[in-house]
């Protein structure tokens, strides 16, 4: 599947279980092969860093390839004294909902940090 069809297919099949710190996944066998062939390419490299950096790539290429849908509020004029419409599509909600969950991750990180420190 490509990552600009994942908006799509979490759309249409939206729901199932979340987990609660760790991920752990399961490849597609040619999947696996590929993360194996990068392995044996970049040796240097562990299979979790690659895994990290492609899901990195793969969520950034996400977050640029979300439609954008103009709103009707006027936010801004480009070098043409055009207006620029706020984003009513999935970006400014994807971008609000990151940020909410990496201030509980850094919440939790801290916490974490502290307690270790006080042991």
């Known amino acids: 599947m490509k990552v600009s069809n994942l908006i799509q297919h979490w759309e249409q099949?939206?729901?199932?279980?979340l987990t609660e710190a760790s991920y752990s996944v399961?490849?597609?066998?040619?999947d696996a092969a590929k993360l194996a062939a990068l392995h044996?390419?970049?040796?240097?490299k562990r299979t979790e860093e690659l895994i990290t950096d492609l899901l990195h790539a793969a969520l950034?290429?996400?977050?640029g390839g979300l439609p954008y849908v103009p709103g009707s509020r006027?936010?801004?004029?480009d070098e043409?004294?055009?207006?620029?419409?706020?984003?009513?599509g999935q970006t400014p909600r994807l971008l609000a909902l990151s940020q909410k969950h990496l201030r509980r991750l850094k919440a939790e990180q801290m916490k974490?940090?502290?307690?270790?420190?006080?042991s």
């Not at 099949?13 to 279980?17: D, E, F, R």
């Open 80 to 88: 043409q004294g055009d207006p620029l419409y706020e984003d009513e």
């Open 13 to 17: 099949h939206a729901g199932g279980g």
């Open 60 to 63: 950034n290429e996400l977050e």
């Open 112 to 118: 974490s940090e502290e307690t270790a420190e006080a």
């Open 40 to 44: 044996e390419m970049f040796p240097k």
């Open 74 to 77: 006027i936010i801004s004029e």
């Open 26 to 30: 399961r490849l597609p066998l040619e």
